[in-house]
């Protein structure tokens, strides 16, 4: 049996917060920056304490979320 996800309508509102700079943005790369060390064509956006982990596809013309969480566990090596 495979499950299907549900989303509560405050979890959309909260994911919809999270990344509205990312939605109908000519460039963006204006609101992130670049991550380091041998992941560079990931980019990050704060959002509070929080991190949006994207990867900018420019000839597909789309932005992956990789991963979302707080800053303080973001970083770490899986």
Do not use: F, S
């Not at 989303?7 to 790369?29: F, G, H, I, S, W």
């Not at 956006?45 to 800053?71: N, P």
């Amino acid at each position: 049996m495979i499950y299907r996800v549900e989303y509560t309508k405050t979890a959309v509102n909260q994911l919809k917060k999270m990344d509205e700079r990312l939605v109908n943005c000519e460039n963006p790369r204006w609101y992130g920056k670049a991550l380091k060390g041998g992941v560079n064509e990931i980019w990050r956006y704060r959002v509070g304490d929080y991190r949006i982990l994207a990867k900018i596809e420019d000839d597909r013309v789309v932005v992956t979320i990789v991963e979302i969480g707080h800053r303080k566990n973001i970083y770490k090596q899986k």
